[in-house]
């Protein structure tokens, strides 16, 4: 049955077009690449009221527009790859951590 349905639903895809007067020709196309900047954060502050540590705000070497997505990564050192060449290792956050121990709590940082 399911078959049919996913048969069904793609014939009636493919079966149907768009009519019409084409319309105007869109901007170039180009490849659009990642920003990609380091920081240092040094100066953590800790809330005890809300249990929080935290560090202020940086701001962005370019601009970030409404569109973008921001992804954080924290360097976690260098590992080994072979011949003698190491790599950095980076984790992306937030890092959640969950326990073995069987009871069900987790760790998050941001």
Sequence with gaps: MKKIALLLLLSTVTLIGCKGE?????????????QVFETNVRNFHY??????????FYSYPFT???????????YEGQTDIGSGEVADVWT????T???SDGTGDLFQYN
Excluded: C, H, M
């Excluded at 084409?22 to 490849?31: C, E, I, M, S, Y």
């Excluded at 970030?64 to 924290?74: F, T």
């Design 92 to 95: 992306k956050l937030p890092n």
């Design 47 to 56: 809330d005890a009221q809300k249990n929080q540590l935290f560090t202020d």
């Design 97 to 99: 951590i969950f326990y």
């Design 22 to 34: 084409r319309g105007p020709k869109g901007d170039p196309g180009g490849l659009v690449y990642a």
């Design 64 to 74: 970030v527009y409404e569109s973008d997505v921001v992804l954080v990564y924290r």
